[in-house]
């Protein structure tokens, strides 16, 4: 269940060769320094976010910022989100209990995917913008991934063929709580989320109990908008 995404990940760096391997590791140790400093306690989070080889999933002209704490342009008018939001958003999915399989909404570049298909045994994500999807795919298999399955799609709409998921996780920022995902939540299973509120966009943590669903705040966040439809 664990370490797909290590071996791949290093094999697809040695190949790379476009950024020097020593200013990499310098920056990634700081990346996960950064990290520790900014509240993340999940060591397996930690490192699978401060170690996955970020330069391969944005433009080779931003590789030299890959490793810094923010979020950079994917094309489309979308982002790969800052390594930060990725590493609180997996962090918020682990809460203690089962978490095998878990749906994505809002591929983008694949990096959160990769983070997660590095922790978790399956990971199905789903990219509304077929070019993002194409790119995603390549690259995932490109780094030999094959605990993913990428599919283009509204994700708003889950996708029923694999549910119940133990883990729902959605990179783009919705008004509500779409009603089919939460549908697709398995018994104990928890969906983490940005949400449009009042005061700006905060993330949320929904978990499914015997009796309905449990809401948590967790902290200000600011994404993209979860968009409907295809393109
Ligand atoms: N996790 C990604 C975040 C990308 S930004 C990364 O770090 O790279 C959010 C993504 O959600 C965009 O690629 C956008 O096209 C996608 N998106 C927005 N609404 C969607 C929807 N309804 N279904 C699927 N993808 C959607």
Known sequence: MVGYAALSAHEAEARSGSVDAAGT????QRLAERLSAAGIQHERVLSTVSQMPRHLFV??????HAYEDSALP?????????????????????????????????TGSAFQ???????????????RVAALWRRADERLKSMRFRNVRLR????????????PFDGILITAAADGVPRQLAEQLAPGGRMVLPLNGDDGQVLVRLTRNSIGFRHEVLEPVTFVPLLGGVV
Do not use: K, N
Request: charged letters at 20%; a neutral charge; proline letters at 3%.
């Open 74 to 106: 994917i094309g489309h008018g979308q982002t790969i989100s800052q390594p930060y939001t990725v590493a609180r958003m997996t962090e918020a999915l682990f809460a203690p209990g089962r978490c095998s399989t878990v749906l994505e909404i809002g």
């Open 113 to 127: 995917t990769a983070v997660l298909a590095s922790l978790v045994r399956r990971v199905y994500s789903i990219e």
């Open 59 to 64: 433009d080779e002209a931003l590789a030299t």
């Open 152 to 163: 283009h799609g509204d994700g708003a709409l889950g996708w029923r063929e694999y549910a």
């Open 25 to 28: 590791a310098r920056a990634r």
